[in-house]
């Protein structure tokens, strides 16, 4: 069992920029960001797969995060500028645990972290 933390979350104003970093216990392939706002359902935010350079994005976010991966630390990272309150949610780390096609499906992910809150104020 791979274990995921996050961290990097907190408050920022409208506009800044924020990293959050998820750090695996082991290896695994595809990692990806997703985010939950208060009263909405869990979406897709940002994935880079095993392969490298493989990276996509949720319509909302391109232009503004990036993500990146360090295999050899085994950490996933999401660079988020120009942050809109519309971001304000608590945002996860998931990992799959086999190599399959990069997906925004939750249910290829089969490791989860704990979240760490973002709240952007306006």
């Known amino acids: 069992q791979v274990q995921l933390v996050e961290s990097g979350g907190g408050l920022v104003q409208a506009g800044g920029s924020l990293r959050l970093s998820c750090v695996a216990s082991g290896r695994t392939y595809s990692m990806a960001w997703f985010r939950q706002a208060p009263g909405k359902e869990r979406e897709f935010v940002a994935v880079a797969s095993w392969i490298i350079g493989r990276t996509d994005y949720t319509d909302s976010v391109k232009g503004r995060f990036t993500i990146s991966r360090d295999d050899a630390k085994n950490t996933l990272y999401l660079r988020m500028d120009s942050l809109k309150p519309d971001d304000t949610a608590v945002y996860y780390c998931?990992?799959?645990?086999?190599?399959?096609?990069?997906?925004?499906?939750?249910?290829?992910?089969?490791?989860w972290g704990q979240g760490t809150q973002v709240t952007v104020s306006s």
């Open positions: 998931a990992a799959a645990r086999a190599p399959a096609p990069t997906t925004a499906a939750e249910k290829a992910y089969d490791y």
